[in-house]
């Protein structure tokens, strides 16, 4: 759902308003009062948000995140960056992006290479799709073995042989 971000860290839309966690808020400010950029922002529903109940004493997950895609020039790249990281924000794929720019992201490897694909062109993971991996154990059982690997020998360029 596409909402108007304001100044004072509010967003809102026709059917509803909320505001920016306070610890994000000065950076969101900032970021909106920047020359030569500009914003989109969306909420993005949990799954299940709107089966959630509570008591007043539980707390529980967000049941909805807001996204802010940031376009502007190259000459912001560095600092924006930086600024944000500061922040303790990271910049992230963008979802639901319709502008055909080249996508630039500071917090990536290749955010300064030659070829990168037009934001329309990324592949979107959906917000539901998000799988969280609980057992870390499974992911390393393939690497678990009994059988007894022999030394290698000592390498032919080397001058000094390793003891074993």
Same mark, same amino acid.
């Given at each position: 759902?596409?909402?108007?971000?304001?100044?004072? +860290?509010?967003?809102?839309?026709?059917?509803?308003k909320g505001c920016v966690a306070e610890s994000h808020a000065k950076a969101v400010q900032e970021l909106l009062q920047l020359k030569?950029?500009?914003?989109?922002?969306?909420? $993005?529903?949990?799954?299940?948000? $709107?089966?959630?109940?509570?008591?007043?004493?539980?707390?529980?997950?967000?049941?909805?995140? %807001?996204?802010?895609?940031?376009?502007?020039?190259?000459?912001? #790249?560095? +600092?924006?960056?930086?600024?944000?990281?500061?922040?303790?924000?990271?910049?992230?794929?963008?979802?639901?992006c319709d502008h055909g720019l080249k996508y630039r992201n500071p917090h990536r490897l290749d955010g300064l290479d030659d070829d990168?694909?037009?934001?329309?062109? %990324?592949?979107?993971?959906?917000?539901?799709?998000?799988?969280?991996?609980?057992?870390? =154990?499974?992911?390393?059982?393939?690497?678990? #073995?009994?059988?007894? %690997?022999?030394?290698?020998? $000592?390498?032919?360029?080397?001058?000094?042989?390793? =003891?074993?």
């Amino acid at each position: 759902m596409s909402v108007a971000l304001a100044t004072d +860290g509010t967003f809102a839309s026709s059917s509803i308003k909320g505001c920016v966690a306070e610890s994000h808020a000065k950076a969101v400010q900032e970021l909106l009062q920047l020359k030569d950029c500009s914003t989109q922002a969306f909420l $993005n529903f949990a799954p299940g948000a $709107n089966s959630r109940k509570r008591s007043q004493k539980q707390q529980i997950a967000p049941l909805a995140y %807001l996204s802010i895609i940031i376009h502007g020039k190259m000459r912001l #790249f560095d +600092g924006l960056g930086d600024g944000l990281q500061e922040a303790k924000l990271y910049l992230q794929d963008p979802v639901g992006c319709d502008h055909g720019l080249k996508y630039r992201n500071p917090h990536r490897l290749d955010g300064l290479d030659d070829d990168v694909p037009l934001c329309t062109e %990324l592949s979107y993971r959906e917000f539901s799709s998000t799988k969280v991996i609980y057992h870390r =154990k499974e992911m390393l059982a393939g690497l678990d #073995f009994a059988e007894h %690997l022999s030394e290698a020998s $000592n390498p032919t360029a080397l001058a000094t042989m390793l =003891k074993g």
